[in-house]
C-alpha cells in the first residue's frame, strides 16, 4: 500500500500498520514470553521492512502488554499493581511490601530494573497519581489473539483495514500531520498528546479514538524511556503520529491541493534535505 502523505511529506521511515488478527505473519519477529523487551524496538523493526506479533504471553514488556490492548497487565508487574503505583513514582523503598518484593528481586540479574524498582522512575509525583494515571488509561481488551506490526506498503487488501498506520516524523513533518489533520474539519483540536508509554500511543488510545466518527491524531514518543529505548537507531528528534484508519484515508484523500503544495512547506522540506519529489 503506497501512501500519498508518506510522499508529500517526505517520511524518511516507512509508515507501520497495526493489525488485529488471529494469524501470525511467517518470519515475524516476537518476544519471548516472559522475556523484557520494548515494544518500541518492533516498531522500528517493521518500519524497516521486518513484521512483529504479539500475543499475549509475548509482549516484552507490562506496559507493553496494556499498550498492546491486553488487559491490565499491570496487574502482572512484581508484587502486583500496588507496586507499578511505587515504581512509576516514588519507589517501592517507602513501603513494606515493595522492599519485600526488592529483596527478592536483588539477585535476578536484572541489576537497572532493580534500582528502578527500588527508587522510582520519578515520571509522576505520587502513587495515588499513577493509580489514577491507571484508571484514566483506555485499558483496552482486542478481540484477537494477535497483535501485528507491518511496514504499511507490505499491507494488502486479503488482510482488511489495519487499526491503525504510525508515522514516524521528524519535527516539521509532526507540524505537517497536525495540520493536515485539521485541514478539512470543523474545530481545532483534532490531535491529542496524551501522557502514556510509547507504545500505549501508538495502540489503545489511537484504537480508542478509532471507534469515534471522527478519531483524531495520537501523537507519541513523550515517553522518556522509550525515546531512550530507540534514540541510537531512530535518532533525537523523531516522533511518533498515529491514526486510526479512518483519519489516515482522510489524511491521504486531503493531502493533494493542501498546503503539501504550497511555498512554505516546500522551504521547510528543503531544510530537511528532501528533494520536491519527496525523497529524502
Known amino acids: 500500500m503506497e501512501s500519498k502523505v508518506v510522499q508529500a511529506l517526505g517520511m524518511r ?6 493489525f488485529w488478527t488471529d494469524e501470525k505473519p511467517q518470519g515475524a519477529s516476537v518476544f519471548r514470553p516472559g522475556k523484557w523487551g520494548c515494544v518500541m524496538w518492533m516498531l522500528v ?12 504471553e509475548s509482549y516484552g514488556c507490562w506496559g507493553g502488554g496494556v499498550g498492546l490492548g491486553f488487559g491490565n ?10 507496586c507499578f503505583h511505587y515504581f512509576l513514582s516514588v519507589g517501592n523503598k517507602h513501603w513494606e511490601q515493595g522492599r519485600a518484593v526488592c529483596e527478592k528481586m536483588e539477585n535476578s540479574g536484572a541489576a537497572a ?10 515520571y509522576l509525583k505520587d502513587p495515588k497519581l499513577v493509580e489514577r494515571f491507571v484508571q484514566d488509561l483506555p485499558i483496552t481488551e482486542i478481540p484477537a489473539r494477535y497483535v501485528v506490526f507491518q511496514p504499511l506498503s507490505a499491507a ?16 516539521h513533518q509532526l507540524a505537517a500531520l497536525v495540520v493536515l489533520t485539521n485541514y478539512g474539519r470543523e474545530g481545532n483540536e483534532h490531535v491529542i498528546v496524551p501522557f502514556a508509554a510509547g507504545c500505549q500511543s501508538i495502540g489503545i ?24 529505548n ?51
Not at 530494573?113 to 520519578?122: L, Q, T, W
Not at 494488502?156 to 519535527?171: D, H, I, L, M, S
Not at 480508542?208 to 491524531?217: D, L, N, S, T
Open 73 to 82: 497487565q499491570y496487574r502482572a508487574f512484581p508484587g502486583g499493581e500496588a
Open 45 to 56: 523493526g517493521a518500519s524497516r521492512g521486518k513484521p512483529a506479533a504479539f500475543d499475549r
Open 205 to 228: 488510545y489511537a484504537y480508542h479514538e478509532g471507534q469515534k466518527k471522527k478519531p483524531r491524531g495520537v501523537i507519541g514518543q513523550m515517553d522518556l524511556s522509550a525515546r531512550l
Open 156 to 171: 494488502n487488501a486479503t488482510q482488511g483495514a489495519p487499526q491503525v498506520v504510525v508515522f514516524w516524523a521528524e519535527p
Open 13 to 18: 521511515h516507512e509508515p507501520v500498520a497495526i
Open 230 to 280: 530507540v534514540c541510537k537507531t531512530m535518532g533525537d528528534h523523531v516522533f511518533t503520529f498515529a491514526a486510526p484508519w479512518r483519519l489516515f484515508m482522510e489524511l491521504e484523500e486531503n493531502v493533494t491541493g493542501s498546503f503539501a503544495d504550497r511555498s512554505v512547506w516546500s522551504q521547510l522540506k528543503a531544510r530537511l534535505g528532501i528533494a520536491k519529489t519527496g525523497t529524502p
Open 113 to 122: 530494573f532493580v534500582e528502578d524498582f527500588r527508587e522510582g522512575e520519578a
